[in-house]
Structure formats: C-alpha cells, structure tokens
C-alpha cells in the first residue's frame, strides 16, 4: 500500500501540467536580466503581493536572509517571536551573514502583539544595539500554522511605523494566512515593507521563494542575492513551475485546511491524543502523544504502518495537508495513527 506523507507541504512533486509548463519555458540569462519566465513570476508576484518589485530566490532560506540583510546594518537588532523559522531553522544565518542580533520575544501561541513588543524596542543609546526591524511569521510554523487577526498585523504596522521600524513579514505560508482570512495575499502583504513567500510549499513548486519590496529595495536584494550566490542562469526552468503554482493551486490551499481540520477532528474524537481541533486554523496538525507513547518508537511504528510524520518538539508531531493527499488519505492516516497508538499503549 501507498505510504502517506505528511511530514510537511514541501514533499509535493509537479504535477504533468506542471511539468508540462516547465518543458515549454521560455529562458534567458537571468544574471543578466535576461529570462523572460523569471520576469513574468517576478512582475506576477508583485502585483499579487501588492509590491513594486520582487526577486525570485532558491529557498524560503535565502529569501528570509536576502530580506533581512536589505533591511539593516550590521548591529542592528531584529524583534521577532522566539518560535520563528529565522530564530529556529536557518543556521543563526541572521548573525553569521548579516551582523544582526535577533532578539526572541515570548509569546502566548507564537502570536505578538504591540504590548509585548514594545518593551523592547530601544531607545537610542551607545551602548544598545540598533532596534531596526519587527518581523513576523505569518502562518506561524512552530505555532501549529496559526494565523495573524489582520488588525493585528495593522497594529503591529503601526507600532513599527511610529517607532521608524521596519516592518518585515515572512510569508512562506502567506498563502494559507489569505486563505484562512478570505482575503487577497496583498491585503496581508501591504502592511510590510517587505515580504518573503514559498512557492514550494502550500502551492506545490518544486523549487524558489520570493522576496518582493519596493523598486530600490529590491534592486539591493538583488546586489545580496548575488554575494550569497543565488545568481541563477537559465532559471525560468524552475520559476515555470512556481509561475504554474501561483497561476492554478493558490485557489485550492483552503481544501488542504478543510482535510487538516478532519484529521484533527478524528484525532480529538479517539480520546488518544492531545489535540484541540479548534486550534487548528490552516494546513498544520501539530498533535500531541499521551506519556506512554515514546516520541521516536511511535513514529518508527507510524513509518512501518505507512504514515510519514515529523517530531515537533517534545511528545509532539507534525502532520500537514497539501496538495499530494486526497479525503481518502486523510481518513487512512487517521486510522493509521489512532490504530497504532492503541497498539502501543
Ligand atoms: C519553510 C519555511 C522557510 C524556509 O524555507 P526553505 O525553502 O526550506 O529554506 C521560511 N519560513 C517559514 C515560516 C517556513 O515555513
């Protein structure tokens, strides 16, 4: 039988009419400006972002630090939520590449708000470094795919602007937050000056993130993206295929978020798992093992079952929706995970 993966949205594969854009992209030079697929997400992005410019990236990695080092100096300091892919998943990227400290802030859900970020932003003063940029996840990963209350997002918008801030939003899932909301992503990403997306995650490209800001931000992004070595040549290759997500699997990220939600639900229902399926707002089903189940011995067990799935923390693992998984599945891994929890307790 099928093994079931859930162990993130990043495991999707193209699709046949994906691969079919990707076979008949037209490509130039992109160092040189040169490739007219890569211009067309470029212009795409930014007019569905709301934002004069972007760049097209490899990685949701690379996006975040081209963004980050755009928006300081070395010493400068970024306020974000201590459970943020830049504070947790890329390597300490933001010191070793930009000369920037982030400063973790602890929030209730992973979620912040103006009071708990204003306390420390910092006056000025020779001894402290340089408060420059509040950044925000938005789904928030580690958070269990927890959204931002647009209001909130303007409220934290304007406790940036009043301070002169920069207001920085990683969007990888940015897609899931509009879907959650209803709204278009520019009504999100307007509020920042800046803002990275995935086209490999909820919408299933094989490759690349984007950055998009203003026309000068992004004509220094672009300077950055070239010392990291993100120049790329006949990159329409891959950008095709991210041009394809946008165009035709944007629409449907809500059905991911309807199947997280049964599987949740069933998971609440077995009495087995600690699990509130009203907390689950987008594709992300973080669940939580009673203390017989042994964090590694259960997954092994899942994995032998035919249900892939990643630790998250302590006697916690992640299950996402995406765009590789029909009802069908999500009813079997149900089953798999409720079955071989009661075989182990
Ligand atoms: C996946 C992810 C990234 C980085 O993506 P990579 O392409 O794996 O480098 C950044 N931020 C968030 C919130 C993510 O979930």
Redesign the pocket.
Known sequence: MKTIDLR?D?VTTPSAAMRRAISEAEVGDDVFEGDPTVKKLEDRVAKILGHEAALYVP??????QVSLRMLTSPGDEILCERG???VN??VAAASALSGVQLTPIDAPNGILTPDLIEPFIRPENIHHPNTAVIAV?N???RAGGRVYPMELLRDIGDLARKNSLKYYL?G??IWNAAAFHGVSPSAIAEEFDAV?V?F??GLGAPVG?AVVSSRDMIKKARRIRKMLGGGMRQVGIIAAAALYALENNFKRIAEDHRRAGILATRLAESGIFEIDPHEVQTNIVVIGLPAQLKLDTFIDKLKSNGLLVVPFGRARIRAVAHLNVDDNDISRAAEILVETAKTEI
């Open positions: 993130s990043t990685s949701g990695t690379m996006a975040n943020t892919h830049i998943y890329e996840e789904t928030h990963n990683d990888a899932r990275s995935c490999s995650k993130s």
